[in-house]
Protein backbone atom coordinates (compact mmCIF):
# COMPACT_ATOMS: atom_id res chain seq x y z
CA UNK A 1 0.00 0.00 0.00
CA UNK A 2 2.84 2.81 1.09
CA UNK A 3 4.52 1.91 -2.48
CA UNK A 4 1.10 2.31 -4.64
CA UNK A 5 1.10 5.48 -2.61
CA UNK A 6 4.38 6.84 -3.21
CA UNK A 7 4.31 5.64 -6.74
CA UNK A 8 0.92 8.33 -7.21
CA UNK A 9 2.75 10.58 -5.38
CA UNK A 10 5.88 10.50 -7.67
CA UNK A 11 3.72 10.81 -10.77
CA UNK A 12 1.54 13.88 -9.40
CA UNK A 13 4.84 15.49 -8.48
CA UNK A 14 6.39 14.81 -12.51
CA UNK A 15 3.12 15.46 -14.44
CA UNK A 16 3.06 18.92 -12.14
CA UNK A 17 6.62 19.84 -12.85
CA UNK A 18 6.88 22.51 -15.73
CA UNK A 19 7.50 20.87 -19.08
CA UNK A 20 10.32 23.10 -19.76
CA UNK A 21 12.06 21.46 -16.69
CA UNK A 22 11.27 17.74 -17.89
CA UNK A 23 12.11 18.29 -21.83
CA UNK A 24 14.26 21.47 -22.27
CA UNK A 25 13.70 23.27 -25.46
CA UNK A 26 16.33 22.85 -27.54
CA UNK A 27 18.05 26.17 -28.92
CA UNK A 28 20.23 27.85 -31.32
CA UNK A 29 21.72 31.60 -29.80
CA UNK A 30 22.58 33.55 -32.67
CA UNK A 31 25.36 36.14 -31.52
CA UNK A 32 26.55 36.94 -28.00
CA UNK A 33 26.46 41.08 -28.41
CA UNK A 34 23.89 41.68 -25.85
CA UNK A 35 24.54 40.93 -22.85
CA UNK A 36 20.96 39.77 -21.97
CA UNK A 37 21.97 36.79 -23.21
CA UNK A 38 23.08 36.07 -19.56
CA UNK A 39 20.02 34.99 -18.44
CA UNK A 40 19.62 32.35 -20.84
CA UNK A 41 23.00 31.15 -20.56
CA UNK A 42 22.54 31.04 -16.80
CA UNK A 43 18.89 28.64 -17.87
CA UNK A 44 21.10 26.22 -19.81
CA UNK A 45 23.18 25.49 -16.66
CA UNK A 46 20.41 24.73 -14.29
CA UNK A 47 19.07 22.64 -17.25
CA UNK A 48 15.65 24.74 -17.82
CA UNK A 49 17.04 24.91 -21.47
CA UNK A 50 19.27 23.08 -23.83
CA UNK A 51 21.79 24.87 -25.88
CA UNK A 52 22.73 23.17 -28.46
CA UNK A 53 24.80 26.05 -30.48
CA UNK A 54 25.70 29.12 -31.06
CA UNK A 55 26.55 31.29 -33.29
CA UNK A 56 29.83 34.26 -33.01
CA UNK A 57 32.25 35.75 -35.11
CA UNK A 58 34.10 37.60 -32.31
CA UNK A 59 36.65 35.02 -31.17
CA UNK A 60 37.39 37.55 -28.02
CA UNK A 61 33.81 37.15 -26.81
CA UNK A 62 33.59 33.69 -28.06
CA UNK A 63 36.42 32.52 -25.44
CA UNK A 64 34.91 34.99 -22.42
CA UNK A 65 31.95 33.64 -22.98
CA UNK A 66 33.32 29.24 -23.11
CA UNK A 67 35.45 30.41 -20.03
CA UNK A 68 32.66 31.89 -17.77
CA UNK A 69 29.80 29.45 -18.31
CA UNK A 70 31.87 26.40 -18.57
CA UNK A 71 30.57 25.97 -22.07
CA UNK A 72 32.15 23.58 -24.73
CA UNK A 73 34.13 24.34 -28.25
CA UNK A 74 31.83 22.21 -29.86
CA UNK A 75 28.92 24.59 -29.14
CA UNK A 76 30.47 27.10 -30.96
CA UNK A 77 30.19 28.28 -34.93
CA UNK A 78 31.60 31.62 -36.56
CA UNK A 79 27.86 32.37 -37.94
CA UNK A 80 24.48 31.43 -37.96
CA UNK A 81 24.14 29.34 -41.38
CA UNK A 82 26.69 27.15 -40.87
CA UNK A 83 25.38 26.09 -37.50
CA UNK A 84 22.21 25.66 -39.22
CA UNK A 85 23.62 22.83 -41.84
CA UNK A 86 24.42 20.85 -38.64
CA UNK A 87 21.75 21.47 -35.70
CA UNK A 88 17.86 21.15 -35.67
CA UNK A 89 17.05 23.56 -33.19
CA UNK A 90 13.08 23.70 -32.21
CA UNK A 91 14.02 27.78 -31.60
CA UNK A 92 17.07 30.24 -32.72
CA UNK A 93 17.08 32.67 -29.84
CA UNK A 94 18.95 36.19 -31.41
CA UNK A 95 21.05 38.43 -29.11
CA UNK A 96 22.96 40.59 -31.78
CA UNK A 97 22.48 43.86 -32.58
CA UNK A 98 19.04 44.95 -33.57
CA UNK A 99 19.89 45.79 -36.86
CA UNK A 100 20.66 41.46 -37.62
CA UNK A 101 17.49 40.45 -36.18
CA UNK A 102 16.29 40.18 -39.82
CA UNK A 103 18.98 38.48 -41.07
CA UNK A 104 18.30 35.67 -38.36
CA UNK A 105 15.07 35.82 -39.55
CA UNK A 106 15.45 35.18 -43.07
CA UNK A 107 17.83 32.63 -42.39
CA UNK A 108 15.87 30.66 -40.09
CA UNK A 109 11.98 30.93 -41.82
CA UNK A 110 12.77 28.84 -44.82
CA UNK A 111 14.09 26.04 -42.48
CA UNK A 112 10.69 26.25 -40.29
CA UNK A 113 12.53 27.52 -37.51
CA UNK A 114 10.86 29.70 -35.07
CA UNK A 115 12.57 32.61 -33.39
CA UNK A 116 12.40 34.77 -30.83
CA UNK A 117 14.84 38.35 -30.68
CA UNK A 118 15.60 40.70 -28.16
CA UNK A 119 13.48 43.71 -28.01
CA UNK A 120 12.66 45.65 -30.57
CA UNK A 121 11.89 43.09 -33.38
CA UNK A 122 13.80 44.88 -35.80
CA UNK A 123 14.87 48.58 -37.34
CA UNK A 124 12.40 49.63 -39.82
CA UNK A 125 8.84 48.89 -41.13
CA UNK A 126 10.23 48.02 -44.14
CA UNK A 127 11.61 45.04 -41.88
CA UNK A 128 8.80 44.09 -39.96
CA UNK A 129 6.77 43.48 -43.06
CA UNK A 130 9.36 41.04 -44.56
CA UNK A 131 9.39 39.09 -41.14
CA UNK A 132 5.64 39.32 -41.24
CA UNK A 133 5.62 37.83 -45.03
CA UNK A 134 8.81 35.44 -43.61
CA UNK A 135 6.62 34.18 -40.42
CA UNK A 136 3.81 33.99 -42.65
CA UNK A 137 5.07 32.04 -45.55
CA UNK A 138 7.14 29.20 -43.93
CA UNK A 139 4.21 29.55 -40.74
CA UNK A 140 7.04 30.05 -38.09
CA UNK A 141 6.14 32.25 -34.71
CA UNK A 142 8.64 35.07 -34.76
CA UNK A 143 8.44 36.75 -30.83
CA UNK A 144 10.11 39.49 -29.27
CA UNK A 145 10.95 39.36 -25.49
CA UNK A 146 11.03 42.27 -23.26
CA UNK A 147 12.05 42.02 -19.33
CA UNK A 148 8.73 44.13 -18.69
CA UNK A 149 6.31 41.26 -20.14
CA UNK A 150 7.31 39.22 -17.15
CA UNK A 151 6.05 41.73 -14.69
CA UNK A 152 3.15 40.46 -12.91
CA UNK A 153 2.40 44.39 -12.26
CA UNK A 154 1.91 44.83 -15.63
CA UNK A 155 -0.12 41.35 -16.27
CA UNK A 156 -2.34 42.82 -13.49
CA UNK A 157 -3.07 46.07 -15.06
CA UNK A 158 -4.03 44.25 -18.15
CA UNK A 159 -6.58 41.87 -16.49
CA UNK A 160 -7.68 44.91 -14.20
CA UNK A 161 -8.32 47.19 -17.68
CA UNK A 162 -9.49 44.72 -19.89
CA UNK A 163 -11.40 41.57 -18.41
CA UNK A 164 -13.03 43.64 -15.22
CA UNK A 165 -12.93 47.30 -16.28
CA UNK A 166 -11.78 48.33 -12.95
CA UNK A 167 -10.78 51.67 -14.07
CA UNK A 168 -12.66 52.84 -16.96
CA UNK A 169 -11.77 54.03 -20.05
CA UNK A 170 -7.82 54.46 -20.49
CA UNK A 171 -7.15 57.98 -20.99
CA UNK A 172 -3.65 58.51 -20.17
CA UNK A 173 -0.69 55.30 -20.30
CA UNK A 174 2.74 56.69 -19.00
CA UNK A 175 6.04 54.50 -19.13
CA UNK A 176 8.83 55.91 -17.75
CA UNK A 177 12.12 53.76 -18.61
CA UNK A 178 15.98 53.47 -18.45
CA UNK A 179 18.96 54.02 -15.80
CA UNK A 180 21.99 56.29 -15.20
CA UNK A 181 23.34 55.27 -18.98
CA UNK A 182 24.97 51.82 -20.55
CA UNK A 183 28.38 53.27 -19.96
CA UNK A 184 27.80 54.12 -16.39
CA UNK A 185 26.35 50.75 -15.35
CA UNK A 186 28.82 49.04 -17.22
CA UNK A 187 27.38 46.92 -19.83
CA UNK A 188 30.05 44.89 -21.84
CA UNK A 189 32.54 46.89 -24.76
CA UNK A 190 30.70 44.57 -27.28
CA UNK A 191 27.14 45.46 -26.48
CA UNK A 192 28.08 48.91 -25.89
CA UNK A 193 29.55 49.04 -29.14
CA UNK A 194 26.37 48.18 -31.21
CA UNK A 195 24.02 50.10 -28.68
CA UNK A 196 25.52 53.51 -29.36
CA UNK A 197 25.64 53.35 -33.45
CA UNK A 198 22.62 54.05 -35.05
CA UNK A 199 23.36 52.20 -37.54
CA UNK A 200 23.05 48.82 -35.52
CA UNK A 201 20.95 50.37 -33.18
CA UNK A 202 18.71 52.83 -34.73
CA UNK A 203 18.92 55.05 -32.15
CA UNK A 204 20.19 55.39 -28.74
CA UNK A 205 17.46 55.92 -25.44
CA UNK A 206 14.59 56.15 -27.55
CA UNK A 207 15.04 52.90 -29.30
CA UNK A 208 16.51 50.94 -26.06
CA UNK A 209 14.12 52.03 -23.75
CA UNK A 210 11.40 53.68 -26.12
CA UNK A 211 10.78 50.38 -26.96
CA UNK A 212 9.17 49.20 -23.34
CA UNK A 213 6.28 51.73 -23.81
CA UNK A 214 5.51 51.47 -27.39
CA UNK A 215 5.15 47.52 -26.66
CA UNK A 216 2.89 48.09 -23.38
CA UNK A 217 0.72 50.67 -24.72
CA UNK A 218 0.00 48.57 -27.98
CA UNK A 219 -0.66 45.95 -26.01
CA UNK A 220 -3.55 48.06 -23.45
CA UNK A 221 -5.11 49.65 -26.64
CA UNK A 222 -5.52 46.41 -28.09
CA UNK A 223 -3.22 46.42 -30.84
CA UNK A 224 -4.51 49.71 -32.09
CA UNK A 225 -1.74 51.41 -33.29
CA UNK A 226 -1.79 55.87 -32.65
CA UNK A 227 -3.01 57.58 -34.55
CA UNK A 228 0.23 60.33 -34.71
CA UNK A 229 3.90 59.61 -33.06
CA UNK A 230 5.82 63.20 -31.98
CA UNK A 231 8.89 63.04 -30.12
CA UNK A 232 12.01 65.24 -28.80
CA UNK A 233 15.08 63.70 -27.86
CA UNK A 234 18.00 65.44 -26.21
CA UNK A 235 22.14 64.34 -26.42
CA UNK A 236 22.81 65.47 -22.90
CA UNK A 237 25.85 63.78 -22.32
CA UNK A 238 27.64 64.22 -26.03
CA UNK A 239 31.05 63.48 -24.93
CA UNK A 240 30.26 59.50 -23.88
CA UNK A 241 27.29 59.69 -26.32
CA UNK A 242 28.18 61.05 -29.41
CA UNK A 243 26.37 59.99 -32.12
CA UNK A 244 22.87 59.06 -30.35
CA UNK A 245 20.61 60.48 -28.49
CA UNK A 246 20.54 59.86 -24.67
CA UNK A 247 16.78 61.22 -23.39
CA UNK A 248 13.60 61.11 -25.67
CA UNK A 249 10.01 61.39 -24.57
CA UNK A 250 7.24 60.38 -27.40
CA UNK A 251 3.82 60.88 -27.55
CA UNK A 252 1.52 58.92 -28.70
CA UNK A 253 -2.02 60.13 -29.84
CA UNK A 254 -4.94 57.69 -30.20
CA UNK A 255 -8.52 58.83 -30.23
CA UNK A 256 -9.94 59.08 -26.57
CA UNK A 257 -6.33 58.48 -25.30
CA UNK A 258 -2.54 59.60 -25.00
CA UNK A 259 0.55 57.65 -24.46
CA UNK A 260 3.80 59.34 -23.17
CA UNK A 261 6.92 57.40 -23.19
CA UNK A 262 10.10 58.66 -21.34
CA UNK A 263 12.79 56.78 -22.37
CA UNK A 264 16.32 57.51 -20.97
CA UNK A 265 20.38 57.34 -20.01
CA UNK A 266 19.44 59.76 -17.11
CA UNK A 267 17.61 58.63 -14.81
CA UNK A 268 19.01 59.11 -11.20
CA UNK A 269 18.56 55.18 -11.17
CA UNK A 270 17.58 52.25 -12.86
CA UNK A 271 13.26 52.55 -13.65
CA UNK A 272 10.79 50.18 -15.75
CA UNK A 273 7.27 51.22 -14.55
CA UNK A 274 4.04 51.98 -16.14
CA UNK A 275 0.71 53.86 -15.25
CA UNK A 276 -2.47 54.05 -16.68
CA UNK A 277 -5.33 56.80 -16.18
CA UNK A 278 -9.00 55.59 -16.70
CA UNK A 279 -12.05 57.70 -16.31
CA UNK A 280 -12.60 56.09 -12.67
CA UNK A 281 -9.43 55.35 -11.60
CA UNK A 282 -5.40 54.79 -12.00
CA UNK A 283 -2.82 51.92 -11.91
CA UNK A 284 0.61 51.92 -11.71
CA UNK A 285 3.22 48.66 -12.04
CA UNK A 286 5.89 50.29 -9.65
CA UNK A 287 8.05 47.55 -10.52
CA UNK A 288 7.90 44.02 -11.39
CA UNK A 289 5.94 43.08 -7.85
CA UNK A 290 4.54 45.96 -6.70
CA UNK A 291 1.05 47.66 -8.21
CA UNK A 292 -0.13 50.97 -7.13
CA UNK A 293 -4.00 51.80 -7.59
CA UNK A 294 -6.46 54.54 -6.97
CA UNK A 295 -9.93 54.93 -7.60
CA UNK A 296 -11.93 58.52 -8.30
CA UNK A 297 -12.61 59.94 -5.27
CA UNK A 298 -10.59 60.73 -2.14
CA UNK A 299 -9.97 57.16 -1.73
CA UNK A 300 -6.14 56.27 -0.80
CA UNK A 301 -3.70 54.99 -3.06
CA UNK A 302 -3.34 51.29 -2.53
CA UNK A 303 -0.27 49.27 -2.31
CA UNK A 304 -0.63 45.16 -3.29
CA UNK A 305 1.77 42.85 -4.23
CA UNK A 306 1.37 40.61 -7.19
CA UNK A 307 3.27 37.53 -8.75
CA UNK A 308 3.06 36.11 -13.04
CA UNK A 309 -0.52 34.45 -12.73
CA UNK A 310 0.87 31.03 -14.58
CA UNK A 311 4.45 30.03 -15.01
CA UNK A 312 4.31 30.43 -18.63
CA UNK A 313 4.92 34.25 -18.02
CA UNK A 314 7.47 33.94 -15.18
CA UNK A 315 10.31 34.47 -18.25
CA UNK A 316 10.74 33.96 -21.77
CA UNK A 317 12.21 30.12 -21.62
CA UNK A 318 8.97 29.19 -20.73
CA UNK A 319 6.61 30.98 -22.36
CA UNK A 320 8.60 30.53 -25.85
CA UNK A 321 8.30 26.81 -25.08
CA UNK A 322 4.54 27.01 -24.03
CA UNK A 323 4.58 28.60 -27.63
CA UNK A 324 6.42 25.95 -29.27
CA UNK A 325 4.35 23.12 -27.58
CA UNK A 326 0.55 24.43 -28.52
CA UNK A 327 -0.04 25.55 -25.21
CA UNK A 328 -0.03 29.19 -26.08
CA UNK A 329 -1.02 31.67 -29.07
CA UNK A 330 0.48 34.30 -29.20
CA UNK A 331 -2.75 36.35 -30.64
CA UNK A 332 -1.80 40.38 -29.93
CA UNK A 333 0.01 39.68 -26.88
CA UNK A 334 3.46 41.68 -25.74
CA UNK A 335 5.41 39.26 -26.92
CA UNK A 336 3.46 38.76 -30.62
CA UNK A 337 4.39 39.63 -33.76
CA UNK A 338 1.36 41.76 -34.49
CA UNK A 339 2.22 44.01 -31.31
CA UNK A 340 5.71 44.39 -32.17
CA UNK A 341 5.73 45.44 -35.60
CA UNK A 342 3.56 48.55 -34.44
CA UNK A 343 6.38 49.14 -31.76
CA UNK A 344 8.62 49.21 -34.40
CA UNK A 345 6.69 51.55 -36.57
CA UNK A 346 6.35 54.29 -33.59
CA UNK A 347 10.08 54.00 -32.65
CA UNK A 348 10.36 54.72 -36.76
CA UNK A 349 8.11 57.79 -36.91
CA UNK A 350 9.77 59.08 -33.33
CA UNK A 351 12.68 59.16 -35.17
CA UNK A 352 11.75 61.09 -38.08
CA UNK A 353 9.45 63.16 -35.35
CA UNK A 354 12.71 63.90 -33.47
CA UNK A 355 14.87 64.57 -36.68
CA UNK A 356 11.95 66.88 -38.53
CA UNK A 357 10.55 68.26 -35.52
CA UNK A 358 6.95 67.41 -36.59
CA UNK A 359 4.32 65.09 -35.59
CA UNK A 360 4.52 62.37 -37.92
CA UNK A 361 1.27 60.49 -38.82
CA UNK A 362 0.44 56.55 -38.99
CA UNK A 363 -0.62 54.86 -41.84
Known amino acids: MFAKRLLIACAIFFYSFPASSQNPLQVVLAGLTHDHVGGVLQQNRTGKVKIIGIAESNKELVEKIKKRYQLSDSLFYPDLASALKKLKPE ?4 FNAISQHIEVVEACAPLGIPVMVEKPLCMTAKEAERIVTLAKK ?9 ETTWYGTNQDIYRRVTDSNQVGTIRKMIAHDGHEGPKEIGVSKEFLNWLTDPKM ?11 YGANLMTWMMKG ?36 IIEASWNWPFSIKDFEVFGSTGYLQAVN ?24 AYTNYI ?11 EPGNDLSSLANNVIVVKILEAARESARTGRKVMLK
Open 91 to 94: AVMA
Open 138 to 146: YNIPVLTNY
Open 201 to 211: NGAGALVDFGC
Open 224 to 259: QPPISVSAITHRIKPAIYPKVDDDATILLEYPEATG
Open 288 to 311: ANTLRSKLKGNLPYSLSTVQPHSE
Open 318 to 328: PYLTAVLRKTI
